[in-house]
């Protein structure tokens, strides 16, 4: 059955899992996502990234901070405002600061993350009425193929 909400951000979510793909090749978790810019689901692609915490030995190589960084600096600002972060897995605490912080106007994301989600799952910081910025959160976007990306590589291990 088609939905309304999600299926615009199925081409999106695209992107993010073939960046997700990539990651076990360094023995990363394959989380992967793409920020687009103003124009929703359509908008082009300016920062891509996927886990690389094993590649880098840096502990904030997640897929999100490091999309996230590549749109400030493509755009030369922080301030990621029109912009929409689509991820594989539902972001981590650390990775819905970034959020909140870059000022992105939405998430969307996979699969949920029942162990450290920030976006729902455990906590749900990205709509803390606390905080001064609080972006559109649109879950569970081809969440079978994100989930059974992870559940995959797990297995593996």
Do not use: Q
Request: with cysteine; charged share 25%; net charge neutral.
């Amino acid at each position: 059955m088609s939905d309304p909400l999600r299926d615009p951000w199925r081409p999106a979510m695209r992107l993010a899992l073939a960046e997700a793909e990539r990651a076990p090749a360094t023995g990363d978790v394959p989380v992967g996502a793409v920020v687009l810019g103003p124009g929703g689901p359509g908008g082009e692609p300016l920062g891509r990234g996927r886990n690389e915490r094993e590649a880098t030995g840096d502990p904030t190589a997640h897929a999100e901070v490091l999309a996230l960084r590549e749109a400030a600096a493509r755009l030369g600002s922080w301030r990621l405002a029109g912009c929409t972060l689509v991820v594989t897995l539902e972001p981590c605490t650390m990775c819905a600061g970034a959020i909140v912080l870059s000022r992105v106007d939405r998430v969307v994301y996979g699969a949920l993350d029942p162990k450290a989600g920030a976006a729902g799952s455990v906590w749900d910081a990205l709509r803390d009425r606390r905080l001064n910025h609080r972006p559109e959160v649109i879950t569970s976007v081809l969440a079978d193929e994100c989930g059974a990306l992870l559940t995959g590589f797990f297995r593996d291990r």
